[in-house]
């Protein structure tokens, strides 16, 4: 395997290897009569599960299983059952490689959501509602992985965690095929537009949505503002690492890729697939068994632009002006290329004073790039790791967020934050190469019980968890992530997120070497 496919195998396994571990079905807990737990939607009851300060509703569809002549199409409203729908568990991820969803999944009858309300009457006032687009490279993920009760709880809020389509099956494109490229974004505005529909049964306020992602469900949420389907189906952003201005030639953010390359990746895949010479090659892929379509799909999948759903490039909307002008949370955590850098290490690629130069020119294929990068971050002895960590994380994580930050703050209010916990509680067994840090993915403990186990934490780290569920809740109940109990935040600085030291900074942009890589963006952009 060469050095470059090493790099993007790793960039879109990470976050499903980093939440893979302790990713179970969630411990069973005592509950009350199941009467307590029931709702009912246009569709019909559903009957969910009473915990101690809690209700949860898993699996309840929001759109028709995209199977058959569905494969590939916009999604369709869910049939409405009789009787009452057990809600008492998660259904089945979307299809995707075994990783954080153990043995993979087939199943397409996947369009599936979960909401987790606090327990007891219907408040006076509806609570805000947060909507969780899940991480994994557009490849893999569940909603279900994300048990959400502390932030319900704690933040008098609804969560609501969403099942999208991925991997080929979310993002193949095809020309005459409506949707190409932006089945997975399609199935987000969907269970958006039942959240408008059907929260208000659960507790929540319609009109006081927060779409918030990770990753690539950070990306996806970037995608919406973009998109002007999504207009009216939420009212504010959080994004957590995913920054819009990211660049699709890097292979650890995820991206959008214009409509061509997408077409030329789905016509390698119905050629991998066995259907690049039929007659009606999309009869012919919808006749073939998802495995087949696993196994033949690309690692790494970017959604479209240049499409109805999507029409440019959420980056260039964003410098444009053209998007959603909604108050937006962002930011990504200090250590975000550290993972990679381990995995990279790991497979057989040492990163050393001698081998420097050779693995910067595999990251960037301009030579020129390359030389300019080993001498901005010059490896010494047994640092190369870090060094690497740090290439990764600035070029594709920091300074995009920062650029972000700078083009949407000209339209809308943002606060923008740095996870800076060193010692993060581990999300993968086994012992790393070099201490990760602040990684990609380890500010998720901090909001969710993965897989419905906590992480082990200092008392530290829980006051830090629960200060950062007031700020992600505040601000989806006001817009302002200040509240009374919190550490002031202001929108002028970057807040740093770490156990007993949660301040604002202003040195974020000098310590990942932003001006470094804006010029050398600038340049490359001039150049191409």
């Not at 075994?98 to 909401?115: F, I, M, Q, R, Y």
């Not at 997975?184 to 408008?196: E, I, K, N, S």
């Not at 010494?380 to 594709?396: K, N, S």
């Amino acid at each position: 395997m060469t050095m470059h496919r090493v790099l993007t195998t790793l960039g879109c396994a990470l976050t499903a290897a980093l939440v893979t571990a302790g990713f179970a079905a969630p411990p069973t807990q005592p509950a009350r009569p199941a009467e307590a737990a029931t709702v009912r939607t246009h569709d019909g009851l559903v009957r969910g599960t009473t915990h101690d300060g809690y209700r949860t509703f898993e699996g309840i569809p929001y759109a028709a299983p995209p199977v058959g002549r569905l494969r590939w199409a916009l999604p369709h409203r869910a049939a409405a059952w009789s009787g009452v729908r057990d809600a008492t568990r998660p259904a089945s991820a979307c299809p995707q490689p075994a990783g954080e969803v153990p043995g993979g999944s087939t199943d397409e009858d996947c369009l599936h959501l979960n909401v987790t309300t606090p327990d007891g009457a219907r408040p006076a006032h509806p609570r805000p509602v947060i909507v969780w687009l899940h991480g994994g490279g557009f490849t893999t993920g569940a909603g279900g992985s994300y048990d959400a009760h502390r932030m319900a709880t704690r933040g008098d809020v609804v969560v609501v965690t969403v099942n999208y389509r991925l991997g080929a099956l979310g993002f193949l494109a095809h020309s005459g095929l409506p949707g190409s490229g932006t089945f997975g974004l399609a199935d987000q505005q969907a269970a958006l537009r039942w959240v408008r529909t059907e929260i208000g049964a659960f507790g929540g306020d319609a009109h006081h949505v927060t779409l918030a992602g990770e990753s690539a469900g950070g990306y996806s949420v970037c995608a919406q503002l973009a998109s002007p389907g999504a207009a009216g189906l939420f009212d504010r952003a959080i994004i957590e690492s995913g920054p819009c201005t990211g660049r699709a030639d890097r292979p650890f953010a995820p991206s959008s890729v214009p409509l061509a390359t997408a077409r030329a990746t789905g016509a390698d895949l119905a050629a991998k697939a066995g259907c690049g010479s039929a007659h009606d090659v999309m009869s012919c892929l919808r006749r073939t068994p998802v495995s087949s379509l696993l196994k033949a799909q690309e690692t790494d999948q970017q959604p479209a632009y240049e499409t109805p759903l999507l029409p440019s490039d959420p980056a260039a909307a964003i410098t444009s002006g053209r998007f959603r002008h909604v108050p937006v949370l962002l930011g990504n955590n200090h250590d975000e290329g550290n993972g990679w850098a381990a995995g990279i290490i790991r497979a057989g690629n040492p990163v050393t004073p001698a081998t420097w130069p050779d693995v910067a020119a595999t990251f960037f294929s301009s030579p020129g790039q390359a030389k300019a990068i080993v001498r901005e971050y010059p490896v010494h002895g047994t640092d190369g790791g870090p060094v690497f960590g740090a290439v990764i994380g600035d070029a594709d994580f920091a300074c995009p967020t920062a650029r972000t930050d700078s083009l949407l703050a000209t339209q809308v209010p943002v606060w923008r934050y740095e996870f800076a916990d060193e010692h993060a509680p581990p999300l993968t067994p086994g012992t790393p190469p070099f201490p990760l840090g602040a990684s990609h993915a380890s500010e998720l403990p901090y909001l969710f019980d993965l897989g419905g186990r906590a992480r082990d934490m200092t008392a530290a780290q829980h006051r830090l968890a629960d200060t950062m569920i007031d700020y992600w809740t505040g601000f989806a109940r006001t817009a302002d992530p200040n509240g009374p109990s919190s550490p002031p935040w202001s929108r002028r600085t970057v807040q740093s997120l770490a156990p007993d030291h949660i301040v604002p900074t202003g040195t974020a942009q000098a310590r990942h070497h932003c001006a470094f890589w804006d010029a050398l963006t600038a340049r490359s952009s001039a150049s191409g």
